[in-house]
């Protein structure tokens, strides 16, 4: 399968050395934060994957020194219910974005851990992947095309100024993935 992710943007991953990778990897997992935490909040039994999963976004901001326990992160995560085969595959609105945040912090991990510019650019094809589906189920949705710019802003851009997008870019999609849901 051919990456979404903008050729140049995986060429300056690999060739930019792993702080631009953990920044990369942090900045796209920030932005998809928000799909796995809204979507979860409240779930019975949910509360220490939650906590979990916030406090490795937290950490991944750490870019000066990678993940000494990303493998075992890892380990924790590929339990998570949205990581399990199912049998009928993936259907639900909430269930959909949940999936495509847990998969981008799947590959974070071990990107922010040793450095991986191949796991990074699948942190970064999870997020875009995401955001194509996000577009294609709103009219007039450019979700897309942020994500893209945001990906190559990471390349480069202060970290402070790259968290804020992020944050405020993952508050956006949630509330359109909100939209999406069926009334409770």
């Known amino acids: 399968m051919e990456s979404l992710v903008e050729g140049g943007v995986a060429e300056a991953l690999h060739d930019g050395g792993a702080e631009v990778i953990r920044r990369y990897v942090a ?11 809204g979507l979860r909040a409240g779930a019975h039994g949910r509360e220490a994957d939650l906590d979990f999963y916030v406090a490795s976004v937290r950490d991944l901001w750490c870019a000066d020194q990678p993940l000494v326990d990303a493998v075992d992160r890892v380990d924790l995560l590929e339990r998570f219910p949205e990581l399990q085969p199912h049998e009928d595959g993936i259907t639900g609105v909430a269930d959909t974005y949940a999936f495509f945040a847990v998969l981008c912090l799947r590959y974070a991990l071990p990107a922010h851990g040793s450095g991986s510019a191949a796991d990074a650019v699948s942190c970064g094809h999870a997020a875009l ?26 390349l480069s851009g202060d970290a402070s100024d790259l968290w804020d997008a992020s944050v405020a870019s993952g508050r956006e999609r949630f509330r359109a993935v909100s939209g999406r849901l069926p009334c409770q």
Request: include cysteine; charged fraction near 20%.
């Open 27 to 37: 900045a796209c997992t920030e932005r998809m934060a928000p799909l796995f935490v």
């Open 129 to 154: 992947t995401a955001m194509g589906m996000l577009d294609q189920n709103i009219a007039g949705a450019g979700f897309l095309a942020e994500e893209r710019r945001l990906q190559s802003v990471a």
